[in-house]
């Protein structure tokens, strides 16, 4: 599987199961999901290779505006931004790879007790 289609099923899943909820998708929850799923990607590939390459991050967020625009008709540049500055600042978080794992399975559960 390529990282883009490996992002795509991801963002797909995510914005799915998160419409699903009585709360719907809002666009901050988009934003929120489009971050957590850029950053999980280059901590896995910081994981896998010790190291990422600048323009693998470029890459990984160009993929990631790329599926907004195409998926969100009122996706702003400003939008992008804010997507792209809140995934950097979860990653220098040392808990994060708790925090994603939290996040995904918030959206992820079904809410049946």
């Given at each position: 599987m390529t990282i883009e289609k490996l992002i795509y099923q991801n963002l797909d899943i995510l914005i799915t199961k998160q419409s699903e909820k009585p709360e719907g998708l809002t666009l901050q929850k988009s934003i929120e999901i489009g971050a957590y799923v850029a950053a999980g990607v280059l901590r896995s590939r910081h994981k896998d290779q010790g190291k990422v390459l600048p323009e693998e991050i470029e890459g990984v967020y160009t993929i990631v505006g790329k599926f907004y625009s195409k998926s969100f008709d009122t996706f702003t540049q400003e939008n992008?931004?804010?997507?792209?500055?809140?995934?950097?600042?979860?990653?220098?978080?040392?808990?994060?790879?708790?925090?994603l794992d939290v996040f995904i399975e918030s959206i992820m559960e079904t809410g049946k007790s």
């Open positions: 992008f931004d804010l997507l792209k500055k809140s995934s950097l600042e979860m990653m220098q978080k040392p808990t994060f790879d708790q925090d």
